[in-house]
């Protein structure tokens, strides 16, 4: 099991950046895949990024590729959202999510563990 805590969050204007963080428990973090995924008021959650075992491969939502940046530090327990140029569609509360077996990065159906999530609001 690997218990998942995000930081990072908060109020950014439109254009700025913020940088999401995810510390995670436990001695096996590289042998999960991790993702980010965001849910605004009165919508679903939504895949952002996602990002394989060894970090070799991410994944990106259309909205977000090109302004957002995944990375991960195996030797730290951690997992990174870079977010630049952000918009106000952007406003949502992000989560960290860690996948144990086979998943499909896109489906939050397929990721075991959750954070308690980080609330990023950006003002127009």
């Known amino acids: 099991q690997v218990l998942l805590v995000e930081s990072g969050g908060g109020l950014v204007q439109a254009g700025g950046s913020l940088r999401l963080s995810c510390a995670a428990s436990?001695?096996?973090?590289?042998?999960?895949?991790m993702g980010w995924f965001r849910q605004a008021p009165g919508k679903e959650r939504e895949f952002v990024a996602a990002?394989?075992?060894?970090?070799?491969?991410?994944y990106y939502a259309d909205s977000v590729k090109g302004r957002f940046t995944i990375t991960r530090d195996n030797a730290k327990n951690a997992v990174y959202l870079q977010m630049n140029s952000l918009k106000p569609e952007d406003t949502a509360v992000y989560y960290c999510?860690?996948?144990?077996?086979?998943?499909?990065?896109?489906?939050?159906?397929?990721?075991?563990?959750w954070g308690q999530g980080t609330q990023v609001t950006v003002s127009s």
């Open positions: 999510a860690a996948a144990q077996g086979a998943y499909r990065p896109s489906y939050y159906h397929d990721y075991d563990y």
């Open positions: 436990g001695r096996t973090f590289s042998s999960y895949a």
């Open positions: 990002i394989r075992r060894n970090g070799g491969v991410t």
